[in-house]
């Protein structure tokens, strides 16, 4: 089966700190990389997405780094805060929906 | 815009019963997703119609898992009987369907099969 891999599992961060989310795909057809956020009792939300086409891509504090030669991705928010305690999952798919998804990240800022 | 509904928000069964899940769709979204999502996992696909057609459900275990997506609106997923390793959550999402389109997702029915 195709698989996104996530790194790392959980990840505490000072408020104001960089947490970064990591995530390795194999399959080289995958063409389109999202991240969803997810927060307790709720379904998940897209966050920010990219193509493999650029390298970068920012939203406000969020960014997505991407490497295709080493096949990878990764999430970065800038200025972390504790409304983004949450899980975030790195996802990816092909030509046309459905995504196949990463297991997940579950991050916690402290004040 | 009303987001996409999903009933009951919870659901405690035991092994071999049946239940049923309920989802409304964003209207105009002509694809709509069932995902299940175990704790501690991503969701996982069980099944995508679009329109009122079945697109992928090479996921699905069909010998107890079935679904149907009324008129292509509406959509319902059963489990019968179910296994103690279907305790998950079950999650609706919709979408237009155009390549890269984000998915909408609902909050969720949690399952709890003992």
């Known amino acids: 089966q195709q698989q996104v891999k996530q790194s790392p599992q959980s990840l505490i961060v000072q408020k104001g700190g960089i947490p970064i989310i990591n995530c390795a795909y194999e399959?080289?057809?995958?063409?389109?990389f999202p991240w969803y956020q997810q927060f307790p009792g709720k379904g998940p939300a897209l966050l920010i997405a990219?193509?493999?086409?650029?390298s970068e891509k920012k939203e406000g504090r969020f960014t997505i780094s991407f490497n295709k030669s080493a096949k990878q991705f990764s999430l970065h928010i800038m200025d972390s805060q504790p409304g983004d305690s949450a899980t975030y999952f790195c996802?990816?798919?092909?030509?046309?929906?459905?995504?196949?998804f990463g297991k997940g990240t579950r991050l916690s800022v402290i004040a | 815009e009303a987001g996409v509904a999903q009933s009951p928000r919870y659901k405690i069964i035991e092994k071999r019963q049946s239940v049923a899940f309920w989802c409304n769709p964003i209207?105009?979204?002509?694809?709509l997703y069932w995902y299940q999502q175990i704790l501690g996992q991503g969701p996982k696909l069980l099944i995508q119609?679009?329109?009122?057609?079945?697109?992928?459900d090479s996921q699905l275990p069909k010998d107890r898992f079935s679904a149907e997506r009324l008129k292509g609106v509406d959509s319902t997923l059963k489990i019968q009987p179910a296994k103690l390793e279907d305790s998950a959550v079950y999650l609706c999402?919709?979408?237009?369907?155009?390549?890269?389109?984000?998915?909408?997702f609902g909050s969720g029915t949690q399952l709890s099969v003992l």
């Open positions: 999402a919709s979408s237009s369907g155009q390549v890269g389109e984000k998915l909408f």
């Open positions: 399959n080289t057809a995958f063409d389109y």
């Open positions: 990219i193509r493999p086409d650029v």
């Open positions: 996802a990816a798919s092909m030509n046309y929906p459905p995504l196949v």
């Open positions: 209207s105009g979204h002509a694809t």
């Open positions: 119609f679009q329109n009122n057609g079945v697109v992928d």
